[in-house]
Each structure stands twice: as structure tokens, then as C-alpha cells.
């Protein structure tokens, strides 16, 4: 309010004193020019104009002189057509204002007194518009005068009279000069009768003349009037400029509106408005450009749309980038709107009705200001293509996330939804890359959302589509950024904009693509609880979900019921109206005979429970909270339901259990709720799984009962036991019962719900006693009821139901055992510790005992430990036969009927027995009996929870210790052991692959059944990736140590075996153990870093806390360090580990891990040599096994395959390290003996399959192409070595991988080598002409590869023929192509390439067939024969055999000979 005083107060001072002094002046003037003008006649005039007298007394002499000028003036304006009226009503004219102008110019200079007369004229003008009236009347247009009847020749629309004058060129200097000294008069008056401006329309007076007698003195005069006048008739003055001067006064005019501008800031608008209408010269408006930017920060928010509109519309292509580049960091948006505290503020003192300052910006005004600005960039983006791409690499070039702005964002929604110039694209690409980058965050969108939400709501669609592209991208980074546009999107915008955000998602929800189907999942769920009386408006919406249901996997559906029994049984209860059909489709589901649609109905009914025994908040002190009795009877009865529609099936029941758990330990649940199900549940579980023991087992049982793994020895006197194998020998003597009668009248209880009852039972006595498990902490030391287990080392002599009933007992004791270290894990007392350990060297002993057992049962199907999947749908289990066996015909047993499941893990199983093959011969060297893998059993076991890691935190890797520790009871540390060990990180491992490795998003192939990954990961599944990575973070200090002993201890045995690890006294067992243990140890951390999270800004705090802890094992302080030094320390330390790595899996394990952590830092090509050279160092060393062989074996090459890779991406010069092993690893395998290596590359053997990954760097050549002539030589003379191998190395995986490298280097040099070749070969013809020349000879080879493939009709091997055919006809016509260009084409010709297999030897079998398979027979070279060559040619070209591109057309038959034999 004072500055606005001040400002106004200065204005009065101001206008004061310029009327005072202006009004002499012109005063002043006025009267000499009309004393020197006519001496006669002016004095009774200027003494008239000087006394200003309006009395009406006898004056004779003035009045007859001022008679007689109105006499000429009003004379000739009547003989020219235009009657002057009297006040009140228009001057009149009554003929066409063209006529006018003729009649007075001609009157004028037919008078005898001209030139005189036209001063007499004007003077008499000046005395007529005296009276601000009749001046009005004279400033108005003029009415046709109709009292004649004729009107013919009158238009309808006539000039002001003076504007009529001011068209007669005599007269317009003086006129002119007449209405800018009348100017001042009216300059505070402001708008009079009617909205009329006087002065406005004065200056209207001087528009779109026809021509102007003299332009620069009107524009010296405005320019003066400008300077002095009140700021609205400045910019009346201003904007007229460009309409009132002509063409060669627009430079002078705009170089002072320039100066003018640096000085009122308060002119802005009008007089940019006035430049852009101007004709000027580029460099001229450059330097106005700048002038305006350099003042941007000071323009009002109401005036910056028309200096962002000149800004933009004034750029050419050249300085585009820059102009946006300033214009950006000067557009400051954030300082435009109020805070938020402010607008709440502002917003309850409206209400209130208090009156806001007018100082104070209305936060509506300043959003339309905004939404101006962004209208003004719309416009330039859509009309010029520059100003688009400016914007584009305007924001792609800030690299820093605080310098981007809330202006970026809403540039971005404006490209988008212009799609102007293909931009769409562009702005979807950016976005995609700045989220990804971390540039672009969530806080960022959220202050754009929150202060520009009435702005954003014209680009809806755009941010509608955005938001579905990143949620739909299979990049795991951007998908969470997508989220956050779609739930700001709904809080921010109106109904109609959240009922389609609702749509998107459930769309989202009904793709099919995991990914997508998660995160649509999720925001939906935090929707109804941020917002539950909005959602409850779009609950139909969601309920169109349950049709698709299908589709989901069990995580999905609870997902998807959790959030629609929220909003129908919640606590407001928004969406009761689907209350009657959720119900209905419970019932439905659960009255189901299809376990698929039973187990939706049970994840269903579970959840609506959740939702309707959720503990009530207090509301006040009237009510106290506690559930309804109408609603816990409801709960009761849906719980009654549930267990009675699942009985008769334990598969159902153990699912009930299992959901029922999972709701506890996530849910807060009535007390009346929980009380009633811990009671019931721990009853049930005495009386159903609990006896006493006693001194007999009573019983009939396929094997001898006996009591075993009691840790309680001292209490064995009326202990408890678990009575596992009586329920077993029930349960199957039931199910034969069963198979014999149709119904069954009496409870069954069966050993599959033991596990999912217990975890039950455990997570009521949590929730009831905060943790505390002291009521069933028995069970953790009970024993149980089984059979002696000598008993499998007698597998061959059982039949095969005692068999499977071995294997069902095996698995049912370590389901418990799993299940009871899950409850068990978390007691911090000694005692605990000790048994829990002691539960896990069981489980391993056991699992043992289970691959013997199982080697010797084949087609067992074991007991289900995981219930809310498909069963074993599309399992294929294990078994003892043979890898080299064919993998048709192999009986695979499955509950479920899906084929098409079964096939699509047949590779994977098959995988599983190739390693578990390779690990039989190492243990028949160790004499250790075969057993089979429980890799593809593992769905078959119980899942672990995230907290036993925390065992790992107990111990070292000492056995021995171990035992000692558990009679010494008073040590407060346990010790595990390496198989405990191997165990635990085994299991750590695939938690971290299924929660922090994540997999592009994929559809499922057409008619090929779907494969759940998610099977026994339903408790890791409703923990987030952040949750699972802090636990690893926080484990790091335990893994570390664990590494260190590991490192150690081979330290100790290379040192003791004199640096060997196949020493004499070397354990093969305990070797085998710890290999794996540092290997798994490897894996472990480099999974965790290389959890894509790290790359989001808010989880950067978790990753210098990871990178610490490695740091902080070698150098004290990490905490004070900055990102890139603990990269640096923690690389250093990760690299004292290469000199004990036992095997080369560990090794590459290593290597991975060592590039996964550089790249976390900023600047990874600084740790690229060390990588290279570690990688290289592992690749020169030899490996043998602890039994003193060389490593082999698939496993073994798809590590080498990996190794290389990762030393090819990180060496500095691919082809030198290429030529390398081309030039001197290559010869010496080749003259190296029988089983033996290169000397410089051990791992370079001659086996053939070990050879295959030396052709790898086919591959990455094409990366490494430069445009250099030499460059492509040593690439084509590394490619021919390495392809000619074949010759030797003749095996399947070898040719294999020639076919397909072969061709991705082919088709390389065809994209990036032909053109350079093109530009090249007149100056070095001689040097392509050798470079063809040795590619000739590799492509030969592959085409005799071709031919060799259809001769041992090798699917693996002709599925690459067709492929590297086209390649190869493709090269044959770019060498044409080539030699054309060059004006060299009568060098090309083509001839026939007869079929030849590796050794080149003629395949006969061909020659009958070759007329009619000439595509067959196409060779691949520059002189194969077409399609279209006469037969004389291909007769020709026959006899001559193959003939090569020479520009001399001297042909090498030699090197072709020699080649062909």
C-alpha cells in the first residue's frame, strides 16, 4: 500500500508541474505563429485566444474579424458537403468523404489569397474546436446527411472530420500540429461521456493515413509527448507507433522505445507490443531481445505473457538454443505464486468477507497469468520447429536436479500435447531419461501439482498419457515416477479427471503385464487410503476388476480385495453399496469344487475379515472404539464360512492358515477378533498335532516309530512331541479310504497344515504377548515323532509306497523345522539362539538325507508347502537320469493337467540337472553317493522370512566351534557352520534376485502357459524393494566378515599346500563348502548393488551407508566421506580378494561385483583399466578343482562366456585386446598337445567346448567400429582367424555360436564398414581390395558352415542359415554397389559357389538339385552367381569355381584354391 501511495503522489508532483510549465510553452507558441502569420486578421484573434473571454458584450472589431475566418472555414466546408452542427449532434456530410477532400483541396487553390488562405483556413479550424464540445464533434465520425432524399452517393460509414482533413496533404502538417497542442488539455481527464478517451481518439485520428508529408518530425513530436504525458496516454501513444509512422522511421522509432524500455519498466507491454509490429533489422532486434531480458526480472507477472510472446516470437534458428537457454533460467514461476500457507491464509479471509489489499496478487490472477505464459510458449512451440528443439535440449542439457525448475515439467506437458514438429516423442523420451537420471523428482512434481493445479488442468490428457507411458515402461526406474503423476493427477484435479485416472489404472490392472498390474495395484490401495470418500465414488469401477481376475497372480487378487473391502466394509463404509455383491462372489468362490477359484474365494473372504475386524479408532470420549456387535458377528460367521467350505481339503485349509497369519501380522485387528481366533487356534492345535510322551508309540506304521531331534534331553519326562508320523500314516490310509467311498463323515486332520497352523499359532502369541513366545517355546525343542532314518541308506531294498512315504516324511520334518526357525529367529535369548542353530544343521542334514532319498524315487511328487499358487501346474521335477539322455520321453508327474507349463520348464529343470551332473563327477572322485538336486523342490518348502538372515549375524565359519559352543552354554555368540552357512545365503540370494533384480516387463507368448515366478515368495511379496534392501544393508557388516574368513581360509591353504588348492591334506567336502560360500558371499553384495533403487535420489543415503560399511573394513570414517571416495575405498577393498578366489564362477562373481560397485560412483571410467585388468588376470590363470582336475563343463564355459565379456566392455582398445587373443592365444592352442592350453590364455583350452567364448568378440566388434580403414583390416583379419577355427574345433556349440556371432559381425560391417569403404576406394584401392579379399575367405567359410548345417540336419545350427544367407547375398550387391560408385563395375561379376562342407569338400548330394535350388546354392561372395545370370555365365562361372572382385581383373586363384580344397 505505501509503495502504491508513494508512486501515486509522485505522479500528482510530476503532472503539476510539467501542466504549469507545458501550458506556458504552448501558450506561448501559439500566439507568435499567429501574429507572423497573417497581420491583418490575428490580432483580434490572438487577443480573443489570449483573454479566453466568453462574454457575450459589444466587441465590433474581434467579432467581425473572427466572423469572417469562421466565414472561410465554415464557407468552404459547406460547398465541399459537410455542415457543422451545433452541440449535441453530428457534423453532417452529403457527400463521400473522397468528394470532400477533392472539393476543399480545389477550393483552397482556386483562391485568389492561396497560399494565405489555407493559414485562414486553419485559423478559422483552431477557432471552431476552441470549445471542447464542438472539438468532440469533430473527433466523431460524421453522420450522412439524408434531408435531400438522395443518399446514394453517402456511404454508411463516414470519417471524423479531422480525420477527413488530415487526408489533404496541404493541410496535415498544420492540423497535426493543432491536435498534439490540444493534446495536453485533455491529458487528466480521463474517460469521459460514454468510455470516450479524448486523447486516445486524437491519436486514432493519426492512424493508417495514407501518407504521412512528414513522418520523422510526427514521430520527434510523439516521442516528445511520450516523455511527458500520464502513463495511459503513453500507452496509447506507444501501442499507435506502428499504425500512425511509416517504414523508414521504424529503426530510429524502436532504438528509443529500446531506451524507454530500460528506464519505465511500467511501458513494457505497450511498447513491445509496438516492436513486434515493427519492420526491424536482425541485428537491431537482437540487441532489443537482450535489453528485454535483461529486465525480465523486474517485469510485473501481468506483463511477463507478452514479454515471453516477444521473446520467443523474435528468435531465428541460429540463436534459438541460446535465446530459450535464457529465457528459462530467467522465468522464475516459483516466485509467481504465493506459498501455501499464504494461499490458505488469503483463502479463509475471503471467507470471512475481509477486504485483501490490492497490493496483494490474487493467487487466481497469478495462475491466469501463468497459464498466459505457458499459452505464449504453446504458440511459439507449435508454429516453429526451432523453438521446440530449443526447449528439448534446453532441459536435457541441466544436469543437476536442483536446477531444474517447475517450468521444465510444464514445457514438457506443452511439447506433449501439441505433438507440434513430432515433439511428443521427444518430450516422452527426455522425461523417461531425467527420472531415470534422477534429475527429475517426485518433490519436484509435487510443488508443480500443488501450486500450478489450475494451470496443469488444460494439459490433463497429456499428463494423463505421460503417466501411462512410464507406468507401462519396462524400465523398473521410471514406472514408481509414473505413480506419482497419477496420484497427484488425482488429488489435484477435478471428478472428471479422477474418474479417469481410475479408468487408466484399472486398465493398467487388467494388461496382464506383472509389472504394470503391481503398480496399478498399489496405487490404487494408497488411493482409498489417502482418499476413501473420492474412491467411493469409482467403486463400480474398481469391482470391474474382479471379472479379470483370472489374470492375477495370488498377490494381485489380495491386493485387489484388500482395497474393495476397505472401501465396502472400512470404517466409513463410502462404497456399502458393493457390501451385497462382495459377498455374493465370496460365497461363490468359496462354494467352488475348482481349488483355483477356492483359493481366490478364501484370499477374498480372509481380507474382508481384515477389513471388517479392523480395530476402530477412538472418534471422542463418547465412543470407545470396540467393533459393533453386529459386525463381529458378521465376522464370526464369515470365519465359520471360510473353515467350514475349506475342510475336507487340506490344501484349502493350510491356505486359510496361511492368509489368516499373513492378515495378523500386517493388520491391527479388534480385540474381540483376536482373541476369539488365538483361542481357537491354539486349541486346536493341542489337540490336533500335540501329544504327550510317553514310553510307547502305539500305532501301525510302515516303519518303526522312534522319538527323535530332542533338544530338550533334561525334561524328556512328560514332554510333548509332535506326532508327524502317525498323522502321515493316517492321512494316507484316509486318502485310500477315500478313493473307495464317496463321502466323508469325520474330521480330517492332515500333516500338510502342521506348518501353515503353527505360523498361525506363532503370529496370534506375537500379537497377543508383544512378541513374547515363552507360551509354545517348547516347540522349538520338542521332538518328533518319525522314523529312524538309517532307514535311507536302505532306498534301494523299500518298495516304492514306502519310498514316497520316506520322501513325504522328509519333507514334512524340514517344512517344521523351517517353519519353527521362522517363529523362533527373532528371541534374543542364548538358549534360543543355540536351538535354532541347531534346527537349521538338522534341516541341512535332512535335506541330505532327502536328494538320496529322492535319487531313488523317481516321479515322486511331494506334499504342497506353498498354497497360493496353481500347485504343481507346470513343475518338472528332478530326477536321476543321465543329462547326455534324450530329454524327450521323460516321465514327469504333475497334479495339474497344463502341458503346455510343463514344457516351458523343461529347460530350466534341465539346466538344474546339467549342474547337478557336473557336481556328480567332483563327488565321485570324493566317493560321496549321487543324489539329486533340490533345486527344482525348492516350491515345495516352506518359505523363510526375511528375519532368520539375521541368523548370519551369530557366527563364523567353524564347524568345530560350533559344537563346542553348544555344550559350553555360557558363550553369548553362536557359530555356524559352512553348510548352515551355504544354507542361509542360498536362500538370501533368491530373495535378493526376486525383490531387487528387476525384469522387463513381458506378455505372456500367445498359447503358452503362464509360469509364476512368485511361488515361495508370498511372504516377500508384501515387502517393498526398500524394506528388503535396508535388511541387506544392515546385514553388510556380518556378509563382510563372513568374507574375510572365507579369504582367510584359503589364504591358510595356499599357504600350507605351497599355492595350491589340491593339496594332499585338502578336504573335497569342506573345500566344496567354503568355494561355495565365497561365491554365494560375492553374489549376495552384488546383487544388493546392483538394486536399481540406488539410482533414486531418496535412497542415495542407504547407498553410502551400504558403500560404508565396505569402506569402512579398510579405512575408519566412512561417514564423513563423500559418495565417489567410498566407491573408491570400497573398490579398493573388494580388490584384496582376487588372490584367493578358488574357482572361476567365484572369480566372475568378483568381477561383477568389482563393476557394479564403480558404477555406483560418479565417475565409473575411472575404475575401467583396474576392472579390465582384474578380468584379464582371472582369464590368464589356470583352475583346477580341489581334486587337482582342470575345471569344465557347461557351467564352467557360460562363466568364461560372461568373464570375457565383462574384460572386452571395460579394456580400453577392444580389437588390440581382440588381436591379442586372435594373434598369440589362438596359434598357441593350435600347437598345443591334446587337453592342454594356451600359454598366455589358460583359460583358452582345446576341449571343444571351452574354445566357443573366444568367438564372443565377434560380437562386440561391431561396438568398437571406428571409420578407419585400418581399423576395419585388423577387425576383418581377427573375424577370418577366429571363424577359420572351425576347421579344427568342429563341434556343435562351437559352429553354433560361429553362425550367430558370424552374422551380427556381417551385418556390422555391411551398416558401418561398406561406407567407409565406398568413401575410400579410389585412394586406397589397394587396401580395400585386401580387406575384401580375407573377408571373402571368412564368408566363404560360413556359407561351407551353411552347406554343413543342411547335411546333418542340425536344428540348433540351420535355425542361423536363412539369416546369414540374406547377409551374405546382401554383401555380394553392397560390393557391386560399392564398385558402381566408383565407376569400377565392369570388375564385378558373379559366379556359382558349389556346396562344400567344413573340410571343403563337394557336397554331391547337391549337384542333381541345383537347377532347382539356385537360393540354396547362392554363395555369399562378391562373385556369386544371381538369379537372373544367363545360363552361358553360370556355366562360366562354373567351370572357374568361384572368382573374386579384382579392379586389375588379375584374379588370386591360388588363395581360392587353396581355400576351396
Not at 521332538?783 to 520316506?806: G, Q, W, Y
Not at 533340490?934 to 539375521?950: P, T
Request: charged letters at 25%; a negative charge; one cysteine or more.
Amino acid at each position: 500500500m505505501t509503495r502504491h501511495a508513494h508512486w501515486r503522489g509522485s505522479l500528482f508532483c510530476k503532472i503539476c508541474l510539467w501542466s504549469l510549465s507545458v501550458g506556458f510553452s504552448l501558450l506561448k507558441m501559439m500566439r507568435k505563429k499567429r501574429r507572423t502569420s497573417v497581420d491583418n486578421v490575428t490580432r483580434g484573434s490572438a487577443t480573443t485566444k489570449a483573454m479566453k473571454s466568453r462574454s457575450s458584450g459589444p466587441q465590433p472589431k474581434e467579432g467581425v474579424a473572427e466572423a469572417t475566418n469562421q466565414s472561410v472555414f465554415t464557407l468552404f466546408l459547406r460547398e465541399a458537403g459537410v455542415t457543422l452542427k451545433q452541440v449535441g449532434s453530428s457534423n453532417e456530410i452529403a457527400v463521400d468523404q473522397v468528394v470532400f477532400q477533392k472539393r476543399i483541396q480545389k477550393l483552397l487553390q482556386k483562391s485568389p489569397r492561396y497560399p494565405g488562405i489555407v493559414q485562414e483556413f486553419i485559423t478559422g479550424l483552431e477557432a471552431h474546436i476552441e470549445d471542447p464540445v464542438t472539438f468532440r464533434n469533430c473527433l466523431l465520425p460524421c453522420v450522412p446527411q439524408m434531408s435531400d432524399g438522395d443518399s446514394s452517393s453517402v456511404s454508411s460509414f463516414q470519417e471524423s472530420l479531422l480525420r477527413m482533413l488530415l487526408g489533404i496533404e496541404m493541410l496535415q502538417t498544420c492540423i497535426i500540429n493543432t491536435l498534439l497542442e490540444k493534446l495536453p488539455e485533455f491529458m487528466l481527464d480521463g474517460t469521459g461521456e460514454g468510455g470516450l478517451s479524448i486523447p486516445r481518439i486524437i491519436i486514432n485520428q493519426l492512424k493508417w493515413l495514407d501518407r504521412i508529408v512528414d513522418s520523422k518530425e510526427l514521430a520527434a513530436k510523439l516521442m516528445e509527448l511520450v516523455s511527458v504525458a500520464p502513463l495511459e496516454v503513453q500507452r496509447d501513444i506507444i501501442t499507435s507507433l506502428p499504425e500512425i509512422l511509416e517504414d523508414s522511421q521504424h529503426s530510429d522509432i524502436a532504438s528509443q522505445l529500446n531506451s524507454l524500455l530500460k528506464e519505465n519498466t511500467q511501458l513494457t507491454v505497450p511498447i513491445l507490443d509496438a516492436l513486434s509490429s515493427l519492420n526491424l533489422s536482425s541485428s537491431l532486434l537482437t540487441e532489443i531481445r537482450g535489453a528485454v531480458m535483461a529486465t525480465l526480472a523486474a517485469v510485473q507477472l501481468e506483463d511477463l505473457p507478452v514479454v515471453v510472446k516477444f521473446i520467443l516470437h523474435s528468435v531465428s534458428a541460429s540463436d534459438a538454443y541460446e535465446v530459450v537457454c535464457n529465457l528459462r533460467k530467467k522465468l522464475e514461476l516459483e516466485q509467481c505464486v504465493l506459498p501455501p500457507v499464504l494461499q490458505a491464509s488469503q483463502s479463509r479471509m475471503k471467507s470471512k468477507g475481509a477486504a485483501v489489499s490490492a497490493s496483494t496478487p490474487a493467487a487466481g490472477s497469478s495462475q491466469d497469468s501463468i497459464a498466459l505464459i505457458l499459452d505464449a510458449i504453446k504458440s511459439a512451440v507449435r508454429f516453429q520447429k526451432t523453438i521446440s528443439e530449443a526447449w528439448l535440449k534446453a532441459i536435457e542439457s541441466v544436469d543437476e536436479a536442483d536446477d531444474h525448475k517447475v517450468i521444465d515439467l510444464l514445457v514438457l506437458f506443452i511439447l506433449h500435447s501439441t505433438n507440434a514438429n513430432q515433439c511428443r516423442r521427444g518430450a516422452e523420451r527426455l522425461l523417461k531419461v531425467k527420472v531415470r537420471t534422477g534429475l527429475i523428482q517426485e518433490a519436484l512434481l509435487q510443488r508443480t501439482f500443488r501450486d500450478y493445479s489450475q494451470v496443469m488442468r488444460g494439459y490433463f490428457p497429456s499428463i494423463l498419457a505421460l503417466a501411462q507411458c512410464l507406468l507401462r515402461s519396462p524400465d523398473p526406474c521410471v514406472v514408481p515416477f509414473g505413480g506419482h503423476m497419477y496420484r497427484q493427477t488425482f488429488s489435484a484435479f477435478d471428478s472428471y479427471c479422477q474418474q479417469e485416472v481410475v479408468g487408466s489404472l484399472v486398465t493398467h490392472v487388467c494388461s496382464g503385464l506383472g509389472g504394470e498390474v503391481d503398480m496399478a495395484l498399489v496405487l490404487l490401495c494408497g488411493l482409498v487410503t489417502e482418499k476413501p470418500s473420492e474412491m467411493a465414488m469409482y467403486t463400480v469401477f474398481v469391482k470391474g476388476i474382479l471379472d479379470y481376475m483370472d489374470n492375477l497372480t495370488p498377490q494381485q487378487i489380495r491386493q485387489l480385495f484388500q482395497l474393495l473391502s476397505r472401501l465396502a466394509f472400512g470404517q466409513q463404509q463410502q462404497g456399502s453399496h458393493i457390501q451385497d455383491d462382495m459377498h455374493i462372489v465370496i460365497r461363490k468362490q468359496l462354494s467352488s469344487t475348482v481349488p483355483k477359484y477356492k483359493r481366490i474365494g478364501i484370499i477374498g473372504a480372509v481380507q474382508i475379515i481384515g477389513s471388517m475386524g479392523a480395530l476402530r479408532p477412538k472418534v471422542n470420549d463418547s465412543t470407545n472404539g470396540s467393533l459393533p456387535q453386529e459386525m463381529f458377528r458378521q465376522v464370526t460367521a464369515l470365519l465359520e464360512l471360510v473353515k467350514s467350505s475349506s475342510e475336507n481339503s487340506p490344501e484349502a485349509t493350510a491356505l486359510y492358515y496361511d492368509e489368516l497369519a499373513s492378515l495378523i501380522l500386517t493388520s491391527t485387528l479388534d480385540p474381540q477378533v483376536q482373541e476369539m481366533i488365538g483361542k481357537t487356534v491354539l486349541d486346536d492345535f493341542q489337540d490336533d498335532f500335540v501329544v504327550d510322551m510317553g514310553p510307547e508309540i502305539t500305532g501301525s506304521f510302515p516303519f518303526p516309530a522312534c522319538v527323535m531331534y530332542n533338544l530338550d534331553e533334561e525334561e524328556s519326562q512328560g514332554s510333548i512331541a509332535v506326532n508327524l508320523l502317525p498323522l502321515l500314516a493316517k492321512d494316507i490310509q484316509n486318502k485310500a479310504e477315500q478313493h473307495s467311498q464317496t463321502k466323508k463323515a469325520h474330521k480330517r486332520v492332515s500333516p500338510l497344515c502342521l506348518s501353515p497352523f503353527f505360523r498361525l499359532l506363532r503370529m496370534c502369541e506375537e500379537k497377543q504377548h508383544q512378541g513374547d513366545l515363552e507360551e509354545i517355546d517348547a516347540l522349538l525343542g520338542c521332538p518328533l515323532i518319525l522314523i529312524d532314518m538309517d532307514i535311507v541308506e536302505k532306498t534301494e531294498s523299500l518298495s516304492k509306497p514306502e519310498r514316497e512315504f520316506l520322501c513325504t516324511l522328509l519333507f514334512h520334518t524340514i517344512n517344521w523345522f523351517r517353519e519353527v526357525i521362522n517363529a523362533f529367529c527373532k528371541q534374543t535369548e542364548i538358549e534360543m539362539k543355540m536351538k535354532v542353530i541347531t534346527r537349521l544343521q538338522n534341516i541341512t542334514y535332512l535335506q541330505t538325507l532327502l536328494e538320496k532319498a529322492l535319487a531313488a524315487t523317481p516321479g515322486y511328487v511331494p506334499p504342497l508347502a506353498n498354497f497360493d499358487g496353481n500347485g504343481t501346474d507346470g513343475v518338472v521335477l528332478g530326477s536321476i537320469a543321465p543329462v547326455n539322455k534324450a530329454k524327450k520321453g521323460k516321465k514327469r508327474k504333475a497334479l495339474g493337467k497344463n502341458s503346455s507349463e510343463s514344457s516351458s520348464q523343461l529347460e530350466e529343470v534341465t539346466e538344474a540337472d546339467e549342474t547337478q551332473q557336473e557336481q556328480s563327477e567332483k563327488e565321485k572322485v570324493k566317493e560321496i553317493q549321487q543324489g539329486v538336486s533340490l533345486v527344482s523342490y525348492r516350491q515345495f518348502f516352506r518359505e523363510l522370512d526375511m528375519e532368520v538372515l539375521n541368523v548370519l549375524q551369530c557366527g563364523l565359519l567353524s564347524r568345530s566351534l560350533l559344537d563346542t559352543e553348544l555344550h559350553t552354554k555360557g558363550r553369548e555368540e553362536a557359530l555356524l557352520g559352512p553348510a548352515e552357512l551355504v544354507f542361509l545365503l542360498e536362500d538370501m540370494l533368491r530373495k535378493l534376485d526376486f525383490s531387487l533384480t528387476a525384469a522387463p516387463a513381458k506378455k505372456a507368448p500367445f498359447l503358452k502357459g503362464r509360469i509364476n515366478k512368485s511361488v515361495g515368495f508370498s511372504h516377500l511379496q508384501q515387502r517393498s524393494s526398500i524394506d528388503v534392501a535396508s535388511c541387506c544393508v544392515q546385514l553388510l557388516p556380518a556378509l563382510c566378515s563372513h568374507l574375510e574368513n572365507c579369504h582367510n581360509n584359503f589364504q591358510t591353504l595356499l599357504s600350507e599346500n605351497n599355492g595350491v588348492v589340491d593339496g594332499p591334506a585338502t578336504d573335497l567336502q569342506a573345500h566344496l563348502l567354503m568355494s561355495s560360500t565365497y561365491q554365494l558371499l560375492l553374489q549376495v553384495l552384488n546383487t544388493t548393488f546392483s538394486w536399481s533403487g540406488f539410482s533414486q535420489p531418496g535412497h542415495r543415503s542407504l547407498l553410502k551407508k551400504g558403500l560404508g560399511v565396505l569402506a569402512g573394513r579398510l579405512k575408519e570414517g566412512g561417514a564423513e566421506l563423500t559418495l565417489e571416495q567410498l566407491v573408491k575405498h570400497s573398490f579398493e577393498y573388494l580388490l584384496n580378494f582376487r588372490s584367493t578366489v578358488p574357482s572361476l564362477s567365484t572369480a566372475l562373481s568378483l568381477s561383477q561385483l568389482v563393476s557394479t560397485v564403480s558404477e555406483r560412483g560418479g565417475n565409473p571410467t575411472a575404475y575401467r583399466e583396474q576392472t579390465a585388468s582384474l578380468a584379464k588376470h582371472f582369464l590368464s590363470q589356470n583352475w583346477v578343482t580341489a581334486s587337482g582336475e582342470k575345471e569344465r563343463g557347461n557351467k564352467f564355459n557360460e562363466a568364461l562366456h560372461t568373464l570375457l565379456s565383462i574384460y572386452l566392455e571395460h579394456v580400453d582398445d577392444i580389437l588390440k585386446a581382440v588381436e591379442e587373443i586372435a594373434g598369440e592365444g589362438i596359434p598357441e592352442l593350435l600347437n598345443a598337445s591334446k587337453d592342454e592350453s594356451s600359454a598366455s590364455w589358460p583359460t583358452l583350452n582345446s576341449p571343444e567346448p571351452e574354445r566357443f567364448p573366444c568367438i564372443y568378440p565377434v560380437k562386440k566388434l561391431s561396438v568398437a567400429q571406428s571409420e578407419k580403414l585400418l581399423t576395419w583390416n585388423l577387425a576383418v583379419r581377427d573375424f577370418h582367424i577366429l571363424v577359420n577355427l572351425v576347421k579344427v574345433f568342429d563341434s556343435r556349440p562351437v559352429l553354433n555360436v560361429c553362425l550367430k556371432y558370424g552374422r551380427l559381425f556381417l551385418e556390422s560391417f555391411l551398416k558401418l564398414g561398406m561406407p567407409l569403404l565406398d568413401y575410400s576406394f579410389k585412394r586406397h584401392k589397394e587396401d580395400v581390395q585386401s580387406l575384401l579379399k580375407t573377408f571373402q575367405l571368412s564368408t566363404r567359410q560360413l556359407h561351407h558352415l551353411c552347406g554343413h548345417s543342411k547335411i546333418h540336419q542340425d536344428t540348433s545350427l540351420t535355425n542361423h542359415v536363412p539369416a546369414i544367407k540374406k547377409s551374405l547375398e546382401l554383401f555380394v550387391y553392397r560390393v557391386k554397389a560399392m564398385l558402381t560408385l566408383n565407376n569400377c563395375q565392369e570388375a564385378f561379376w558373379m559366379g556359382n559357389l558349389k556346396n562344400r562342407n567344413l573340410k571343403g569338400e563337394e557336397i554331391l548330394s547337391q549337384k542333381a538339385q541345383e537347377s532347382d535350388d539356385d537360393d540354396d546354392d547362392d554363395e555369399e561372395e562378391e562373385e556369386r552367381q544371381s538369379p537372373q545370370q544367363s545360363e552361358d555365365e553360370a556355366q562360366e562361372s562354373d567351370s572357374d569355381q568361384s572368382k573374386q572382385m579384382n579392379r586389375e581383373e588379375d584374379i588370386d586363384k591360388d588363395g581360392i584354391i587353396d581355400d576351396s580344397e
